[in-house]
């Protein structure tokens, strides 16, 4: 269909009204197909938890020293030892959980060092990430404060590899009791008479692989041996997670509740890593390396609604949570660019934002079924939504993935509904809807590099009444943002029709639009 024959008028509803932040239309020079889309706003799903939107930090690379921790006496704007514009970018995009110290890293992780006067704390080689030396100057202490001065809530993953049951459950009544113990004294005294009340803490990281390389049945009687002694020190009621699959392994799955069954303490959560390989340098990608990272996102999908279905047949009232406390883009390394600027640096691109986009809808659509989902990483590490020029530059910049997550953000604690749509291709058309009271939000995502969408969403059980939208949008997939042109992808006011039951959006390829109706 002609860029002019998509501008018709949509059909969908009597009496069309166009409600845009822009009055006059931008014109897209691309070839458009006509989709149809049904968003049921009687039709309700789950609440979408904001945590679906959290994220993961580790001791790797510049993520943690260097991405947002410099030190008190950096050169780098700073509060406190903390970077700054990472900091303000982060609290700006509301990161309503973060996930620390590891990843891999947390299985070699000794909390105890990461204490005390900063000077006096050992310095340990980080034998996942490069054998280099760090010198504890981030540790617990640290990590409440970063936490504190984002808005976010504190998720620690626990050292099962190489730690005891003992090292962990020390570490949380130091976090949590409040008072009159040895270790909640220790705690005053390194600066916080308040206790942290850390809810989630995870059992293990990855215990199938860096975290032991445990088979599921020995993962089970470490989990059961573990959980024994993770208790409410003063009252924190506890969010425990334990290790689940690598992608969608659900043998990992069956295993791991078979052994479990009848044990007293169940775990709270359990957490699936799915990463979507690339097979090219971030930049450099091809419409086909491309198009197979993105359709990856299908397979997570899938992989959302066969592990819950596993899990329900062990746990049918779902008093056990499924979630993604690792997901994202994990792409081809660029030799050059790790050296330069840490391990797992990657540049983050157009098809980077599109994918972080399919992800998120993914999780709203599933929200029934997700209660946390963390993307990896935060900073300077594989999928990130702040870059910085390596560890020890000035710079540091919003990634096209930020916009992307502040693009989804409206959908936050808003309920899901159901949509459908008749497209099946695993990379085309992305949807995802939720209601809150007089408000629906819509995000629609073309994945498509080579066509364009007129899409037409008839909204049935409410009436809509007017609304806005933006677009986040580049042609092209391999563009982002550098340190010298930060805005390259940035979001913009975008036209949307809205009639009484139906609205409809021009997409251009790969785009991702998010509308936000006001229902009469
Ligand atoms: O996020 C990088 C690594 O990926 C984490 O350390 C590990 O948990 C996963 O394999």
């Given at each position: 269909m002609s860029d002019s024959l998509s501008r018709r008028r949509f059909a969908g509803g009597a009496a069309i009204s166009l409600f845009s932040a822009l009055t006059a239309r931008k014109s897209f020079s691309f070839q458009a197909r006509t989709r149809s889309v049904a968003v049921h706003a009687d039709v309700p799903v789950a609440t979408i938890r904001p945590e679906l939107d959290g994220s993961f930090a580790e001791h790797l690379g510049t993520c943690t020293y260097g991405g947002m921790w410099v030190g008190k006496n950096s050169p780098i704007p700073n509060i406190n030892g903390y970077r700054k514009q990472a900091v303000e970018f982060l609290r700006e995009l509301g990161i309503p959980v973060l996930r620390w110290p590891g990843g891999c890293f947390a299985d070699d992780y000794h909390w105890r060092d990461g204490i005390g006067p900063v000077e006096k704390r050992p310095k340990r080689v980080n034998l996942w990430w490069g054998s280099y030396t760090e010198d504890n100057s981030f540790g617990t202490h640290e990590f409440i404060g970063l936490c504190k001065l984002i808005g976010a809530e504190p998720y620690i993953a626990g050292n099962v590899g190489s730690g005891t049951p003992q090292e962990l459950r020390d570490w949380v009544e130091y976090c949590n009791y409040p008072s009159g113990s040895t270790l909640s004294d220790e705690r005053a005294a390194n600066g916080s008479p308040e206790p942290f009340r850390v809810r989630h803490w995870g059992v293990g990281n990855e215990n199938w692989g860096c975290g032991g390389n445990m088979s599921p049945e020995v993962y089970a009687d470490n989990y059961a041996r573990f959980a024994t002694y993770l208790r409410p020190f003063g009252g924190t009621s506890l969010v425990l997670v334990a290790c689940g699959p690598s992608s969608n392994d659900l043998d990992w799955t069956r295993r791991f509740f078979d052994s479990l069954r009848g044990h007293r303490r169940p775990p709270n959560a359990y957490s699936m890593h799915f990463y979507s390989g690339g097979k090219s340098y971030a930049t450099k990608f091809t419409v086909e390396t491309m198009r197979e990272q993105l359709a990856s996102f299908a397979a997570m999908e899938k992989a959302i609604i066969q592990q819950r279905a596993l899990m329900d047949s062990y746990d049918p009232d779902r008093k056990i949570g499924l979630m993604i406390d690792e997901w994202g883009v994990w792409d081809r390394m660029a030799p050059e660019e790790e050296k330069r600027?840490?391990?797992?640096w990657q540049q983050i691109t157009m098809r980077s934002a599109i994918a972080a986009g399919l992800g998120l809808n993914v999780f709203r659509r599933q929200a029934d079924k997700l209660y946390m989902c963390n993307i990896a990483q935060t900073v300077n590490v594989l999928h990130a939504v702040v870059l910085t020029d390596g560890g020890n530059g000035m710079r540091a910049i919003r990634t096209p993935a930020w916009y992307a997550f502040d693009l989804l953000k409206p959908h936050r604690g808003k309920t899901s509904l159901r949509v459908d749509h008749e497209s099946a291709e695993p990379v085309g058309l992305s949807v995802s809807a939720s209601r809150e009271a007089n408000q629906l939000v819509v995000t629609l995502i073309n994945a498509r590099h080579d066509e364009g969408m007129r899409v037409n969403c008839a909204v049935a059980g409410a009436q809509a009444s007017g609304g806005t939208a933006r677009i986040l949008h580049h042609p092209d997939f391999n563009a982002c943002n550098t340190f010298d042109n930060p805005d390259v992808i940035v979001p913009k006011a975008h036209p949307v029709e809205v009639g009484r039951s139906s609205v409809a959006v021009d997409l251009p390829p790969l785009s991702i639009v998010t509308a936000v109706l006001a229902l009469a």
């Open positions: 600027y840490g391990r797992l």
